[in-house]
């Protein structure tokens, strides 16, 4: 389905206490039966066009400003 190919903000665990803001394309793609997700940060470029990808750089915005909140709450 569509939903599954939907691209999503994310956090990434670096160290004990810092995260790095990224987003994710959550359904495996690629060749045969050695498919990959992809994880773009900031300035990343696509496996295909070797340009960034608006939506994924929109996502990692997204993930930078959340998770600086989850970080003030101390939720993480």
């Known amino acids: ?9 994310v956090l990434v ?5 810092a995260y790095l803001p990224a987003s994710a394309s959550c359904y495996p793609h ?4 050695t498919g990959h997700f992809c994880l ?3 300035g ?3 496996d295909g066009t070797q340009k ?6 929109k ?3 997204i993930a930078k400003a959340k998770g600086r909140g989850l970080l003030k ?3 993480l």
């Not at 939903?3 to 903000?9: A, D, E, M, N, S």
């Not at 665990?13 to 206490?17: F, G, I, R, S």
């Open 44 to 46: 990343s470029k696509t």
């Open 13 to 17: 665990k670096a160290t004990e206490n």
């Open 59 to 61: 996502n990692i915005k």
């Open 40 to 42: 773009h940060f900031i």
């Open 52 to 57: 960034e990808d608006f939506e994924h750089q």
């Open 73 to 75: 709450s101390n939720k």
């Open 1 to 9: 389905s569509a939903k599954c190919w939907k691209k999503r903000p």
């Open 30 to 33: 690629g060749y045969g039966q």
